[in-house]
């Protein structure tokens, strides 16, 4: 695995020496001879590694393995050691900044000099590695084919057995099996393509083998084929395995002249046979999107067969592709349902024992072991025989679930599970193993801000630039391809369906640290595992801290670290934050999101290299002046901290892309607001800024002078406007053309927002947060294309606002918070074909009728109406809603109420269809709540 990190200080050198013209002498010279030998390494790495998590690779491979990682950590401290100290030159003009610089490189001269050795001695160690590979024959190497690399080690592919399994001893099979039958029996009388898809080992290929064994399929066919496809497949062999798989007449002559023709020749002639047939091939395990457009030419599609194709992948892509045929169904599979799952367990571990059922002494410990696989049929059946073995009493079984990672790495009979399920992580560019691995970093369990991910996977580098892309745009690409190839999963999507918060599998969390700890990625510490050490030498790079242990400092103290997490409840030990910050110069990432934080200590001026830094919902009040040398800064994240005031200092933070710095006033009883924070004159100055929400307007003029000069902003939040600002607002959100989001509030309640005057509103707005009185509708909303969602509240607007929003193509959610002083709003057929949530707040004004034509909402999934006392009845035409799950009243009079409760023998009436229907009457709080009624 010294690919990624080879790759990672390439990437870290090219600019180094492509930007840095004052490199000391000697040292950039050095430093190309070292890019080249590093450049020479990098195909056998990948290659090797490979062969390394199947276990191929001897101990003496394994061990110069090891020195490529080592010393590319040794290539990354002297970058950022060298950085550090050349940053720290003084860069003051004139006679007297001439001796200040004299002065400062004469007190540094000999860490330089250090630093130049170092590079020096990293050369000449990199060449005896090279030297030491030509030894085990890497030049030789064929880098597509086999290698004497652990020629005799035999390579037990773990997925074969998949395809031996009977389905007497599968559960949850009916209904996928059934589904596949009939859409290969049945529809249209044209090719076919059906992909199953899913993570590695939810039963993709045990699925697709139990379907394709079954007689009434093998009786409507008149060939068959299963080819296995996997990684590392090759044209010509795959076209060779097909045509003896479905020719069952192939004489050996045969098969000789096959061996000498080409691609095309083989393709014809698989063409020839299956002229005028009725086939269904499966290829298994496809791993390529490239596939299908090559062995499409092999399958001849006659209108009037219905033969049929059938892949099995764990990437969407690869599914994706094939949706130019005109028959194409794609089935997702999904993790086992809880029950689903312990059956399955029960008939493994307990089969010979018990008969099947678990004894109760063992119930919770086995319910936390099948609750650890998440319904991967994989895992819980490759478990549950391993348990099978063991002697039924609670402590093994203890000692097993506490172990259970550790199991992973060194159970040869678990082994399988860790490799099939590092195939997708070894199948990955370098740059999207670095930012899988970051989800180790997380606890078990934990649902992940997509954004959050993003900004972290920048600060640290691990996002490549793209031509025409930010960075973010490129790593919510990777983000998006991690989800595609099953290796992430969706916790919550946002308004417009994009992915808001994800995590992955507990197995695969587990492949991810036992990776980690081997590559010194990260360390968990946490009650399990109370001390920070080193892997095979190498020196850890990130501490994740779980638990509240007071041996942080003491785990700390001598590493190189370059980030730091910490997931406490706890107060940390009181001289952590000044130890941390004052003794690693080279951190790069400090989240303390959620901590027990209750300053931010002066030292983090000195932390250079710092790109990230969060102290989102900690007690936080105030940032020192400090705060202004941290240049490299990519994001501060002040989100719901009790910091009102930014230092002025803030401006020197040229680099800063995103700025989240709105906090949390609490009133009383615990209840409060979300409040915008100050910030000083001169802020136009930070032209990188892509978010910054939520800022004071009422500060002075020059808040929309320096606005003006953002022009890179995709995020705005703007608070305590005052109507004599709005045409300056309207100046700067005219000027703002990548803008996705506004939010704009006024100074108080009944301020007037004034925003007529855009003439030119930002295309590729999606969001926008209107909170204070409008005078009128602002006409420029109704030709945004691509607002998804739209939240209006204290409007009183005296017009109507549905005919002005009810044409946008795209919105998908709309909240109207005592927007509208009318007394009726009338949802007309054909508006809002896109809207899936709607919320209407009346805040005691006069909407008494809610009116829903036929064909109006189709798509809407969640209406809630809030505080509307002259609301009597039901809206009408709310039957006509049949994509509605769920139905909130809040606050409304009992008379409403009434009319919606069910009397004895009856039911909802109008809301019927409606699964999920919440009740609350003013003033009482009282609940009524109908789930599946």
């Not at 007497?168 to 199953?196: D, F, M, Q, T, Y």
């Not at 082994?415 to 370098?430: A, V």
Request: aromatic share 10%; glycine share 6%; proline share 4%.
């Amino acid at each position: 695995m010294a690919e990624i990190e080879v790759n990672f200080v390439i990437d870290r050198l090219v600019p180094l020496l492509q930007e840095e013209a004052q490199l000391l002498r000697g040292v950039r010279t050095e430093a190309n001879s070292i890019l080249a030998e590093l450049q020479v390494l990098k195909p056998f790495l990948r290659n090797l590694d490979e062969r390394d998590a199947r276990g191929e690779l001897d101990e003496g491979v394994k061990e110069w393995v090891k020195q490529v990682r080592q010393v590319s950590h040794q290539i990354e401290d002297v970058i950022d050691e060298y950085m550090l100290h050349w940053a720290e030159c003084p860069q003051r003009r004139g006679f007297i900044g001439f001796f200040y610089k004299v002065g400062h490189l004469i007190r540094k001269l000999k860490p330089r000099h250090d630093i130049a050795s170092e590079i020096q001695d990293i050369k000449g160690t990199i060449c005896e590695i090279n030297e030491r590979g030509n030894s085990y024959g890497f030049s030789s190497i064929d880098l597509q084919g086999s290698t004497s690399i652990g020629k005799n080690i035999p390579w037990h592919d773990p997925r074969l057995a998949s395809l031996f399994i009977e389905e007497a001893e599968v559960v949850g099979i009916e209904s996928p099996r059934n589904e596949l039958i009939s859409w290969l029996l049945e529809g249209s009388p044209k090719r076919g393509v059906i992909s199953v898809v899913g993570m590695g080992g939810i039963g993709k290929t045990t699925l697709a083998k139990i379907v394709y064994d079954n007689p009434i399929v093998i009786a409507h066919f008149n060939c068959h084929a299963w080819i296995s496809v996997s990684q590392t497949y090759k044209k010509k062999e795959v076209l060779k395995i097909m045509i003896k798989t479905l020719d069952k007449e192939q004489t050996e002559s045969a098969s000789e002249d096959m061996d000498k023709m080409d691609v095309t020749s083989l393709i014809e002639k698989l063409r020839d046979y299956l002229e005028g047939k009725r086939y269904v091939v499966v290829f298994d395990d496809v791993w390529a999107s490239q596939f299908w457009g090559f062995i499409k030419n092999a399958l001849p599609d006659k209108a009037d067969k219905g033969s049929r194709v059938v892949i099995t992948t764990r990437n969407d892509a690869v599914a994706d592709s094939c949706k130019e045929s005109p028959f194409y169904h794609v089935h997702k599979l999904h993790p086992l349902p809880p029950e689903m799952a312990w059956d399955l367990f029960c008939k493994k571990a307990f089969k010979t024992d018990f008969g099947g059922f678990c004894p109760p002494e063992l119930t919770t410990l086995s319910q936390n072991i099948v609750q650890r696989c998440e319904g991967l049929p994989l895992a819980i059946v490759t478990i549950g025989g391993v348990l099978s073995t063991k002697e039924k009493v609670t402590q093994q079984w203890q000692r097993f679930h506490n172990s259970l990672g550790s199991e992973l790495g060194s159970n040869p009979r678990l082994t399988g599970i860790k490799r099939i399920l590092s195939l997708s992580y070894f199948d990955l560019p370098y740059c999207l193993k670095l930012c899988y691995l970051y989800f180790g970093i997380f606890p078990e369990d934990f649902s992940i801000s997509c954004a959050r991910l993003i900004r972290l996977w920048i600060a640290e580098g691990l996002v490549q630039r793209n031509a025409g892309k930010t960075l973010e745009e490129v790593a919510e690409e990777y983000l998006t391809d991690l989800i595609d190839r099953s290796l992430v999963q969706v916790s919550q999507v946002d308004f417009d369906g994009k992915p808001r918060r994800c995590r992955v599998h507990d197995m695969m969390r587990e492949i991810i640290l036992l990776i980690s700890k081997d590559l010194g990625f990260c360390d968990i510490l946490s009650k399990d595992n109370p001390g920070f050490e080193s892997s095979d030498g190498l020196e850890l790079r990130r501490l994740s801290i779980h638990n509240s242990e007071d041996k942080v400092l003491k785990s700390i103290r001598g590493s190189k670290i370059r980030s730091v997490f910490s997931f406490k409840a706890n107060e940390l030990p009181e001289p952590f934050f000044g130890i941390l910050f004052s003794n690693f110069k080279l951190l790069k990432t400090l989240d303390f999101e959620n901590a027990p934080l209750h300053y931010l200590h002066e030292e983090v001026g000195n932390l250079f290299h710092l790109r990230y830094l969060s102290i989102r919902r900690t007690e936080t009040k105030v940032l020192p002046k400090s705060i202004g040398r941290l240049q490299n800064l990519l994001t501060l994240d002040l989100k719901r901290s009790f910091v009102y005031e930014l230092p002025v200092e803030i401006n020197r933070l040229h680099n800063l892309r995103h700025l989240l710095i709105y906090y949390f006033k609490t009133i009383e009883l615990g209840f409060g607001s979300t409040q915008g924070v100050k910030i000083h004159e001169g802020f136009g100055c930070l032209e990188a800024l892509q978010k910054l929400y939520y800022v004071e307007a009422n500060h002075g003029p020059w808040v929309f002078e320096g606005l003006r000069k953002l022009t890179q902003l995709r995020k705005l939040g703007i608070t305590k406007l005052k109507r004599e600002d709005g045409e300056a607002l309207c100046t700067v959100i005219e000027k703002m053309d990548h803008l996705e989001s506004l939010s704009v509030w006024s100074l108080r309640r009944n301020e007037i927002l004034d925003l007529q005057r855009i003439a030119s509103a930002p295309k590729y707005l999606r969001f926008l947060y209107l909170k204070g009185r409008l005078e009128k509708f602002p006409v420029w909303i109704s030709r945004l294309k691509n607002l998804v969602r739209v939240r209006f509240r204290w409007s009183r607007l005296t017009e109507d606002p549905l005919p002005f929003l009810q044409a946008l193509p795209r919105l998908s959610e709309l909240g109207l918070y005592g927007a509208y002083d009318g007394e009726l709003l009338h949802f007309k057929e054909g508006g809002f074909q896109k809207l899936k949530k709607l919320e209407l707040h009346d805040y005691n004004a006069e909407l008494n009728s809610v009116i829903i034509d036929n064909g109006a909402l189709p798509f809407l999934q969640e209406l809630v109406i809030e505080d509307a006392p002259q609301l009597k009845e039901v809206p009408s035409g709310i039957q006509h809603l049949s994509n509605l799950t769920s139905l909130g009243f809040y606050d409304i009079t009992q008379e409403l109420a009434r009319k919606m409760q069910p009397n004895e023998g009856q039911d909802y009436g109008v809301v019927k269809h409606i699964p999920r229907v919440h009740i609350n009457v003013a003033p009482s709080w009282s609940v009524i709540m109908s789930d599946d009624k």
